[in-house]
T-cell receptor, first 117, second 117 residues
Framework: AQKVTQAQTEISVVEKEDVTLDCVYETRDTTYYLFWYKQPPSGELVFLIRRNSFDEQNEISGRYSWNFQKSTSSFNFTITASQVVDSAVYFCALSIWSGGGADGLTFGKGTHLIIQP | DTGVSQNPRHKITKRGQNVTFRCDPISEHNRLYWYRQTLGQGPEFLTYFQNEAQLEKSRLLSDRFSAERPKGSFSTLEIQRTEQGDSAMYLC???????????????FGSGTQLSVL
């Protein structure tokens, strides 16, 4: 079975600080996909990134960056120069490839990020 | 592209009553997913459809739950004889293909919040 752990329940920082959200996953499959989603107060989950298990290259998108390390089964998310609009709950998720089977995502419990002005 | 639409946004019902939710996916998206999210938790996969075929159901989907997608477009999720433990946000998502293919991603709706009294 798959498992995603987001140990940080809530993080509060002052605007413009950098913040890293941790994600640790467990799976026995060698082919899998990792995701980050943002859930603002409106409730709609917003896709941020998808990474497959064969691509350990880190990615940067504006103020967002992701660090994927298979050796530690981690897929951490960093926001640089945080802004109030970044305040939301962030979810890390895992999906395995089962040769045409379900694409159901296994989500972590989420990290509530609060950016104070 | 009007996004994934879910109705109603909120539903309050008494224990033992039946409830039905509707999801309208993004047009032409052939995959449709149902997730459930309780307070402080990440979404949990319930079931998904490829066009009108229901391809997988989670163990979370008890016999009181039934989902349909009769014409491969909108979907309904019905809960019979509701229990207080059914209180949750029910999220619908859609994608053109599976999330493993061609960099596809899930688009989520804002959910239906169910409260069982």
């Amino acid at each position: 079975a798959q498992k995603v752990t987001q140990a940080q329940t809530e993080i509060s920082v002052v605007e413009k600080e950098d913040v890293t959200l941790d994600c640790v996953y467990e799976t026995r499959d060698t082919t899998y996909y990792l995701f980050w989603y943002k859930q603002p107060p409106s409730g709609e989950l917003v896709f941020l990134i998808r990474r497959n298990s064969f691509d350990e290259q880190n990615e940067i998108s504006g103020r967002y960056s992701w660090n994927f390390q298979k050796s530690t089964s981690s897929f951490n998310f960093t926001i640089t120069a945080s802004q109030v609009v970044d305040s939301a709950v962030y979810f890390c998720a895992l999906s395995i490839w089962s040769g045409g089977g379900a694409d159901g995502l296994t989500f972590g419990k989420g990290t509530h990020l609060i950016i104070q002005p | 592209d009007t996004g994934v639409s879910q109705n109603p946004r909120h539903k309050i019902t008494k224990r033992g009553q039946n409830v039905t939710f509707r999801c309208d996916p993004i047009s032409e998206h052939n995959r449709l997913y149902w997730y459930r999210q309780t307070l402080g938790q990440g979404p949990e996969f319930l079931t998904y459809f490829q066009n009108e075929a229901q391809l997988e159901k989670s163990r979370l989907l008890s016999d009181r739950f039934s989902a349909e997608r009769p014409k491969g477009s909108f979907s309904t999720l019905e809960i019979q004889r509701t229990e207080q433990g059914d209180s949750a946000m029910y999220l619908c998502a859609s994608s053109l293909e599976g999330v493993h293919l061609r960099r596809e991603k899930l688009f989520f709706g804002s959910g239906t919040q169910l409260s069982v009294l």
